[in-house]
């Protein structure tokens, strides 16, 4: 009988808990949802603000807007389900995906008092994989640089054998002017930046491994040196030559 009776309170406890827990997520789910709609709003409303006479965005708003669009449906994906979420595989050229994301970043490079150049080494390399994911781990990589490495950035791309080799070196914190403390980005980057969890290197590292890759990042006061290796697709072998 005594089992019984601190049985029975137990259980109502353990109840009461899974209830809480339960109404809490529910809560959270429903705030996670009116943040994406609150965000699809403003991202429609800059995708028509930038469209030209022709009904088409510049190439660095349309792509932004895209790998915005490809985030918000992977988290649409986490929050409410429905399936794994890989996205289509199909041939991608890797120069033009590498110069829309240095276009996307140049002038956001040249507010922090910097530069950013391209120098792609590698011929019309192509990499069986998904557009999305390999524009936003070359976008993190390119922005992690500009916050944080030296004003002199420099993506470079390579063929090493049957991978691509692509890099994203900067010329170290050392090497920035004290006028950036107080620039216009620099003070943004500070303000929205304030709790950094590293998920930008995360997302590089999690899409660079979905695609059979490889990431390497080094940093020193000289500064820092991030490297994609991905396999080139058999049709692309011969093409990167």
């Known amino acids: ?13 353990m109840a009461l808990v899974v209830t809480a827990q339960g109404w809490r997520e529910g809560r959270r789910r429903s705030a996670l ?60 050229r890797l120069q033009p995906l590498a110069q829309a994301a240095v276009g ?18 590698a011929g019309m390399a192509v990499v069986m994989g998904e557009h999305a994911g390999l524009a936003q781990a070359l976008d993190n990589l390119i922005v992690n640089a500009i916050e944080h490495g030296g004003p002199s950035i420099v993506v470079e791309a390579k063929r090493r054998g049957d991978r691509l ?27 929205t930046g304030r709790r950094r969890h590293g998920h930008g290197l995360a997302v590089v590292r999690r899409i660079v491994a979905s695609h059979d890759g490889r990431f390497v990042l080094r940093r020193s006061e000289e500064g820092s040196l991030a490297v994609l290796e991905l396999p080139l697709a058999a049709d692309g072998l011969a093409l990167a030559a």
Do not use: F, K
């Open 165 to 191: 080799r692509v890099s994203v070196a900067d010329s170290g914190r050392a090497s920035r002017p004290e006028s950036r403390r107080d620039n216009p980005a620099d003070v943004i980057a500070r303000l």
């Open 33 to 92: 949802n009116e943040a994406m709609h609150e965000l699809r709003r403003p991202l429609q409303a800059m995708a028509l603000a930038t469209s030209g006479p022709g009904g088409a965005a510049p190439p660095a708003v349309e792509g932004s807007v895209q790998l915005a669009a490809a985030a918000l449906e992977r988290l649409d994906r986490e929050i409410n389900g429905g399936g794994p979420g890989a996205g289509v595989r199909a041939a991608v």
């Open 1 to 13: 009988m005594e089992l019984v009776s601190i049985g029975w309170p137990l259980a109502a406890s």
């Open 104 to 121: 996307r970043w140049r002038a956001r490079a040249a507010l922090a008092g910097g530069s950013l150049e391209l120098r792609w080494r």
